[in-house]
């Protein structure tokens, strides 16, 4: 069961009745005379829809083929759910029912909230390749079938489960990978709950933000500012936070060299945002000239070209006098891993963060002894490290290089990502 907005307020001594689902914003009798806990802002009329401060305005870096118009017809469906309180029974998902099946664009049940847990309703969600493992099912981790993906997921708060405390209706949040863990074993009691063995993942385990609402554990939903762009801050709630989180794992100094393989692709390109804004140098290695000025221009003092150099090791001992005090291996490359640890000086730390599948760590180990580097895992971030993560980018450090597309396209956007397409980051608007 789940409640409204207006029964959120009531004292927690007075008895619930049951209520639908479906029509959790449809208070009656007195109740309808409360005035829900909407801002003004989220009343918004028809003639106003284009400054919706939902909809995102702002597309850096590309020119989008999509145009940011929508039908006036689906946007009042929604206006209407959020004046009248009443949700809608069903809504449009991509839901996949194998594992590299077919990717079918349709109408699925607005899922209830469970006690714990918030109801969003997604308005934009980025595309990370995690996804696309999740599709695949290319890692030796079972998916939930049949599985709504994504983990990139922004909008407003639009019901609350009975348990809930600290959320209201209205309030901004975020859909990210890790949706819940114990909170009990050690590895939580100590703020890794990633490596949580009861952890509970958003677009795998659990279905995520490919949809246009979607739950969320109220613990481990990210708290989103008011007025935030919702279509920047997506790609932050999984790319933004494990960057910042590997970063904060290399254990760099202000001024020392990060190596970043994988630089202009999701993660990369906001990776070399965050070292930048923590003081560190960047070498940035992806490939192809577009990809060259792309990192270039979002920080990156020297840039190496995986598929031009002849040797990428000592490209990249030359760009940094002597060698990277540490990695981001964003790459989806085994070979790129390997490459990090030569590449590394003395003391310097490689941080794995891509996945590719099957990939092994191989390090000449006489070498990785004698200059006593580290080869570290590091797994998104904890709730710390999210609210970090997300408070530099609210403070204008980081800007998203987003595309936005309907949620419809993508298919598309996981052809363009399995190629090594993609400049930045692909965020999905749901309503298309
Ligand atoms: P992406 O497809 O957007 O970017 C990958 C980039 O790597 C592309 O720009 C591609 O051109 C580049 N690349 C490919 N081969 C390379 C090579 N040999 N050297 C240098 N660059 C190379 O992917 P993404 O969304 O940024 O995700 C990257 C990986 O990180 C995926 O495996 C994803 O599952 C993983 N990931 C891990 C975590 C974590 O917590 N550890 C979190 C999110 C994503
Ligand atoms: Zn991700």
Redesign the pocket.
Known sequence: MFVSASQAQMPRSRPRSPINPFQAYAPSGPQRARAPNITPQQCIKPEQYKSDPHRSVMRPFFRSSVSLAFTSRIRATNIIAIRNMTLPKTQKAVVFETNGGPLEYKDIAVPEPKENEILINVKYSGV???DL?AWKGDWPLATKLPLVGGHEGAGPVVALGKNVKGWKIGDLAGIK?LNGSCLLCELCQHGNE?NCADADLSGYTHDGSFQQYATADAIQAARIPQGTDLAQVAPIL??GI?VYK?LKTADLLAGQWVAI????????SLAIQYAAAMGYRVVA???GDE?RDFCNSLGAEKFID?RTSKDIVKDVIAATNGGAHGAIN????E??IAQSVEYLRPTGVSV?????AGAKVVAPVFEAVVKSVSIR????GNRADSAEAIDFFARGLIKCPIKIVGLSELPKIYEL?EE?K?LG?YVVDTEK
């Not at 393989?261 to 990369?268: I, Q, V, W």
């Not at 895992?377 to 998104?380: D, E, L, P």
């Open positions: 990370c390749h995690t493992h990978w990633p999984c790319a494990t590997a393989s994988g630089a202009g692709g999701g993660l990369g290695i992806d490939g990809k995986f964003v790459s989806v490359s070979k790129a794995l963060v891509g996945l590719p895992g590091s797994y998104v990502m090594g993609i980051r």
